[in-house]
């Protein structure tokens, strides 16, 4: 069970570091984990969103992840400093 204030000191942590690089950790469930770089881009009500990093010259593209994914570690942020 999470807390409404966790929540809310996420979101405001997140929204302080809005245009810092970060490097993303992503849960993909059975012991498997995805590791990218990009931008906090943008926050929400209910949502971040990050622009990531272009791979091998391909197009970047921006994903969303909810506050509740960084609560419950679906998603650990690490930024980096400038």
């Given at each position: 069970?999470?807390?409404r204030?966790?929540v809310?000191?996420?979101?405001?942590?997140?929204?302080?570091?809005?245009?810092?690089k970060?490097?993303?950790?992503t849960?993909?469930?059975?012991?498997?984990s995805?590791?990218?770089s990009g931008?906090?881009?943008?926050?929400?009500?209910?949502?971040?969103?990050?622009?990531?990093?272009?791979?091998?010259g391909?197009?970047s593209r921006?994903?969303?992840?909810?506050?509740?994914d960084?609560l419950?570690?679906?998603v650990?942020?690490?930024?980096?400093?400038?």
């Amino acid at each position: 069970m999470y807390v409404r204030n966790d929540v809310t000191q996420i979101r405001r942590n997140i929204s302080e570091h809005i245009g810092s690089k970060v490097m993303l950790e992503t849960n993909k469930g059975r012991q498997k984990s995805m590791v990218t770089s990009g931008t906090i881009e943008n926050t929400y009500p209910a949502i971040f969103t990050i622009l990531l990093d272009a791979a091998q010259g391909g197009p970047s593209r921006t994903v969303s992840y909810s506050y509740t994914d960084v609560l419950t570690k679906n998603v650990e942020i690490t930024v980096f400093n400038n």
